[in-house]
């Protein structure tokens, strides 16, 4: 059986079924599958690095959240300001 490349990409991409594939392709194909689904594309890695900045920085929005607390909020005050 011949393999086609092009054929084994198109599924991967969902282009077309993978029941176009022949056997030695759909073994392709799933090994492929495979390898591609246990790495975290690019916005799964954005989405997590995002999770991790916010954790690192919780204590620092808490304190901040206290101190307004406290002492108000100064950029709303110049907002309401302006607008009188």
């Not at 991967?12 to 390898?35: D, H, K, M, V, Y």
């Not at 406290?70 to 907002?79: F, N, V």
Request: charged content about 35%.
């Amino acid at each position: 059986m011949q393999i086609d490349e092009d054929k084994i990409a198109a599924a991967l991409a969902g282009e077309i079924e993978t029941t176009s594939l022949n056997e030695e392709e759909e073994t392709i194909w799933t090994e492929r599958f495979i390898e591609k689904m246990g790495e975290p594309g690019p916005e799964e890695e954005a989405f997590f690095e995002g999770l991790k900045w916010l954790e690192e920085n919780v204590d620092a929005f808490a304190a901040q959240a206290d101190w307004h607390e406290s002492h108000g909020h100064p950029l709303a005050e110049i907002i309401a300001a302006k607008k009188r």
